[in-house]
């Protein structure tokens, strides 16, 4: 069975620090990776993915990858308010697979 | 670009009835996925489609759910009868080539 495995949270962090979030992944398989951000009611929005070991950036996000440990990270410098979110990292297997997606992370923003 | 789009954007039933949930993805994309959001469980796949055709149905909870595809701009969720348990946010979204998936905004769906 695929399992994505997110702490629930809530990650509370004030307004201009790093918000850290993290993800482990089951499946030795799984070839690239998503972040998604979920305001409360509202649909997904991909934020990043990444498929390479290492970091990857973009603006005040970063992702991280470590294949050998099956963890994906998601920082965000400078965290904002408009940040609070829940943040799904999901995993995908080999080409053309769905996305399993974890349960999400809140993160809180304090002013 | 129009994104995913689905239809109603709420809903409330009563136990029995039938729920019938519609979407269109974006235009050119083959690949059409069905989820299911609660608390308890999270984000599920239900089903999901590449061009017009049912890949993967193991997500569908029981025969009371059925999904179709008659062409590459409409799809259908049918919930039939509904129950209680099913309340829920249910997504539709789509992909080309299966790789970065696009979420609509949701049916919200609250069985009573």
Redesign the interface.
């Known amino acids: 069975q695929k399992e994505v495995e997110q702490n629930s949270g809530p990650l509370s962090v004030p307004e201009g620090a790093i918000a850290s979030l993290n993800c482990t992944y089951s499946d030795r398989g799984s070839q690239s990776f998503?972040w998604y951000r979920q305001y409360s009611g509202?649909?997904?929005?991909?934020i990043m993915?990444i498929y390479s070991n290492g970091d990857k950036e973009d603006g005040r996000f970063t992702a991280q990858l470590n294949k050998a440990s099956q963890y994906v990270s998601l920082l965000i410098r400078d965290s904002q308010p408009s940040d609070s979110a829940t943040y799904?990292c999901a995993a995908k297997g080999r080409?053309?697979?769905?996305?399993?997606?974890?349960?999400?992370t809140m993160l809180l923003v304090s002013p | 670009d129009a994104g995913v789009i689905q239809s109603p954007r709420h809903e409330v039933t009563e136990m029995g009835q039938e729920v019938t949930l519609r979407c269109k993805p974006i235009s050119g994309h083959d690949y059409l996925f069905w989820y299911r959001q609660t608390m308890m469980r999270g984000l599920e796949l239900l089903i999901y489609f590449n061009n017009n055709v049912p890949i993967d149905d193991s997500g569908m909870p029981e025969d009371r759910f059925s999904a179709k595809m008659p062409n590459a701009s409409f799809s259908t969720l049918k919930i039939q009868p509904s129950e209680p348990r099913d309340s829920a946010v249910y997504f539709c979204a789509s992909s080309l080539n299966g790789n970065t998936i696009y979420f609509g905004e949701g049916s919200w769906l609250t069985v009573v």
């Not at chain 1, 509202?42 to 991909?46: A, D, G, I, M, R």
């Not at chain 1, 080409?95 to 999400?104: A, H, R």
């Open positions: 998503f509202k649909s997904p929005e991909l993915f799904l080409e053309y697979s769905t996305l399993t997606f974890g349960k999400g």
